[in-house]
C-alpha cells in the first residue's frame, strides 16, 4: 500500500487535529468487562466478540489521555473486526471514566498491564492467535512488552502493528516542551487533563505528591519531575524516559512488527526514529512516510475520508492471525 495524503489537510498539524477530533469513525457495540490485576487494581477492557467463535483476537493500546472510546482505537477495532478477529481495548489506569485504586497511574514504559491482559486472553483459549497494536503511548508500550520479552512472549501472539510511536521519550519531551503555538496547544491539552488526574490522585492521598510542584507543571519535563517519576519508581523524569523508551528494545522484538511513522509528526522528531535498529532486525518493518502527522494518515476526500495507517495496520495483523494456529480470519 503507498500513502497518498489528503491535499484537503495541508501540513501536520491539520492532519493530526483532524484525525483527533473531527473524524468521523465508526462505533463498533463494546462489552465492558472489568479485569481484576495482582496488584489489587484494575483494568477496565472493552470487548467485541469475532464473528466466528474461537476468532483470534486483536489487543488495542489507546494513547496518552486516550481510552478504548478513541477514534483511532474504533477506527482499527471495525476494521479488524471486519477481517475476522475479535477486539479487546483495554483501558490503562485512570482512563476508562472510573478512578484506579491504587497511588499509581500508567505510562509509556508499563508493561504489566498488558502481559497481564495477554496472560489472561491466553487463558482463556489456549492456543488461539492474539495479535497486538498501539498507538503513541500505546505502541511505545507494545514494543517494549515484546523487546523486554523476547523469547518469554507467550506462543499465541503472532505479532504485532504500532502507530506514531514515541520510540525515544526524552527526544519528545523536548518538541512538546519547545517554542511554538502548535506545541502549547499539544502541550497543554495533555497537561491539563495530567494535571486534574494527579491533583484528584493527591486528594485521596494526602502527602503523595508535591502539590505546589504538580500545579506549576506547564511543561512534560516539569510533569515527569512532579509526578510520574516520583509515582512509579524512577529517581528523575530523565531517568524515566531512558528506561522507558521503546527504541533500544527493538533488538529484542521477537514477533513480525510494523510500525507505521511519519517524518512530519510534531510530536514524535524524525530524527529520533529508530532506523539503524529497526534494519538490523529483519522481523521489524518501520514504515516512515513522508506526511501523515500524528496519528493521522487520512487519505480520501472530505467525504469520503480513509485512515492509511488504520488500514496498514489491519491488513498486516489479520495476515499474521490467519497463520499457522492463527486460524483463518
Known amino acids: 500500500m503507498e500513502y497518498a495524503p489528503a491535499p484537503w489537510l495541508p501540513g501536520p498539524h491539520a492532519m493530526t487535529l483532524y484525525g483527533a477530533l473531527l473524524r468521523p469513525f465508526p462505533r463498533p457495540r463494546?462489552?465492558?468487562?472489568?479485569?481484576?490485576?495482582?496488584d489489587g487494581d484494575f483494568l477496565d477492557v472493552d470487548r467485541l466478540e469475532g464473528p466466528s467463535e474461537g476468532a483470534p483476537v486483536l489487543v488495542v493500546c489507546h494513547g496518552l489521555e486516550g481510552s478504548s472510546r478513541a477514534p483511532y482505537v474504533r477506527g482499527l477495532a471495525a476494521r479488524a473486526r471486519a477481517a475476522g478477529l475479535a477486539v479487546a481495548a483495554?483501558?490503562?489506569?485512570?482512563?476508562?471514566?472510573?478512578?484506579?485504586?491504587l497511588p499509581r497511574f500508567y505510562h509509556s514504559g508499563e508493561t504489566s498491564d498488558l502481559a497481564e491482559v495477554v496472560a489472561r486472553l491466553c487463558a482463556e483459549r489456549p492456543g488461539r492467535a492474539l495479535v497486538l497494536a498501539g498507538f503513541s503511548l500505546g505502541g511505545n508500550v507494545v514494543v517494549k512488552y515484546l523487546g523486554e520479552r523476547g523469547g518469554r512472549v507467550p506462543e499465541e501472539v503472532k505479532g504485532a502493528a504500532v502507530v506514531s510511536v514515541p520510540f525515544d521519550l526524552a527526544a519528545c519531551a523536548r518538541a512538546l516542551d519547545g517554542p511554538g503555538g502548535w506545541v502549547r496547544l499539544y502541550r497543554g491539552r495533555f497537561l491539563r487533563s495530567l494535571?486534574?488526574?494527579?491533583?484528584?490522585?493527591?486528594?485521596r492521598f494526602p502527602g503523595l505528591?508535591?502539590?505546589?510542584?504538580?500545579?506549576a507543571s506547564r511543561t512534560f519535563a516539569a510533569f515527569d519531575a512532579a509526578v510520574t517519576a516520583p509515582l512509579h519508581g524512577f529517581p528523575s523524569a530523565e531517568d524515566y524516559?531512558?528506561?522507558?523508551?521503546?527504541?533500544?528494545?527493538?533488538?529484542?522484538?521477537?514477533?513480525?512488527?510494523?510500525a507505521v511513522s511519519a517524518l512530519d509528526d510534531p510530536l514524535v522528531p524524525a530524527e529520533s526514529l529508530p532506523l539503524a535498529a529497526a534494519r538490523e532486525n529483519p522481523l521489524v518493518s518501520l514504515l516512515a512516510t513522508p506526511k501523515g502527522g500524528h496519528v493521522g494518515f487520512v487519505a480520501g476526500t472530505p467525504a469520503a475520508p480513509h485512515f492509511f495507517a488504520e488500514e496498514r495496520a489491519a491488513a498486516f495483523l489479520s495476515q499474521?492471525?490467519?497463520?499457522?494456529?492463527?486460524?483463518?480470519?
Open 30 to 38: 463494546f462489552r465492558r468487562e472489568r479485569w481484576e490485576l495482582a
Open 90 to 101: 483495554p483501558n490503562f489506569r485512570g482512563c476508562s471514566g472510573a478512578e484506579n485504586r
Open 195 to 203: 494535571r486534574a488526574k494527579a491533583m484528584r490522585k493527591e486528594r
Open 209 to 215: 505528591l508535591d502539590r505546589a510542584a504538580v500545579a
Open 241 to 258: 524516559w531512558a528506561r522507558s523508551s521503546s527504541g533500544p528494545f527493538l533488538p529484542g522484538v521477537g514477533r513480525p512488527l510494523l
Open 320 to 329: 499474521l492471525a490467519a497463520g499457522p494456529g492463527g486460524g483463518a480470519p
